[in-house]
């Protein structure tokens, strides 16, 4: 079979684009090496989508960051994703950071931000009670706001599969197909497969993937390493967003609500030369403190509960976002897209099916095509009477397994066998959030691990934390076999 469009990588923008195909009259066939969607760049960042006054005028980032952002509530509203537009603050701390608020202003004004407004000391300091006593008045932006990264990027996977896109997991990108000088599909560990247009969405690698179509040779990206800390909600509570003065670093250390309501604390901003460099150091977990407590003093590392760290794909030389269609014949290219490409992500897709157009790419709306994904409402949502009802039609409802985050074993069966089947520990957390409260899957783990099992017919010892070698239970202990 000859595909319409094949997509290499499963993350934000590769799944928001899949959706986007997938609504008009084409075959579409997303490969993803992972085990999962959404395991690379767009599985760790600060779940902010910016209002767009941070991006230099006229450059890529700025035109999509600002046009994203306006996206997002519809996108949300289709897809049932966890967002809420709660503004953000940028915050000097002296007066010669105001100085930078100004610039900022102006830089957004330029960008078409609305509402963006420069506020007082006193009013800085009303509207965020715990900021730091040095601050001396921010720059307010009305309509930045915080996700859930993790299901927005599988919500918008899982309603591309609902509306026909084909997803192949644990498929590795080898090389490209030639035909005549053109790309006509994909060489992987699985297999080839063809299509008249070969879009590549793969994140922190999708410099590699355009060098071997023989574009941009002189052009890379250079990972920039993350490092963040996660504040157990119910030892400390912060409603806010709240951004230092930007460096040449980037937007700086920041913190942060997230849309469970933990406060998380970070990014650390480092050039690492290893693609894998997933791991935090104690250098950078000390850099994202003091940078955290140098806004919000009044919070102590005990209430540390998880740290995390994240690579963005920043594109040397230009910094921008690079996104062409047909440079090489039937290849996209989606490259660089570093933050704000969480907030940018639906305005790319959005700018690459116009792109397509005008190389005369033909597209019809389906008229099956369904922009809804229900939801699969967590029984601790429901009311009791729900709830009743719900655990009287199947018991396994009335079993909690996860008891700081109340998922039951009914949650659970519902992703495993979901459109896009979790069949591991991870895929579960990121889909019902068990795991990540107080006891970080102290209490869970073992039951997961066996409702995985049960539910997928792997052994025990097969069972994966994210795939791979990631496993729990290597074997028996003193000859003794122990029921997990």
Known sequence: MVYDFLIIGSGIVGSLLGRELARHNKSVL????????????????????????????????????????????????????????????VVALSEEEKKTLEKLLEQGRQNGVPGLRLLSEEETKQRLPGISPQARGSLFAPTAGIIDPFQANFFACENAVVNGMKLLLETRFEDFLWEEGKICGVRTNRGDFYARWVVNAAGIFADEIMHKAGVHPDFHIVPRRGQYVVLDRNSFSWDKVVFPCPTEKGKGILVTTTIHGNTLVGPTSENVSDKFSLFTTEEGLREAIQGGKRLVPGWDVRWIIAQYAGLRATLMPTKDFLIEVGEVPGFINICGIDSPGYASAPAIAEYVVELLKEKGENFELKPDFNPIREPRRLLKHLSPEERRQRVALSPAYGRIVCRCEEITEGDILAEIHGPIPARTYDALKRRTWLGTGRCQGGFDFPRVIEILSRETGVAVEEVTKKGGSSRFVFGSVRGEHHEV
């Open 30 to 89: 997303m490969i993803e090496k992972h085990v999962d969607v959404g395991m690379g760049t767009s599985a760790a960042n600060s779940a902010i989508v910016h209002a767009g006054y941070d991006p230099q005028p006229g450059s890529f980032k700025a035109k999509l960051n600002v046009r994203g952002n306006a996206l997002w509530d519809h996108l949300a509203a289709e897809l049932f994703i966890p967002f809420r537009r709660t503004g953000s603050y």
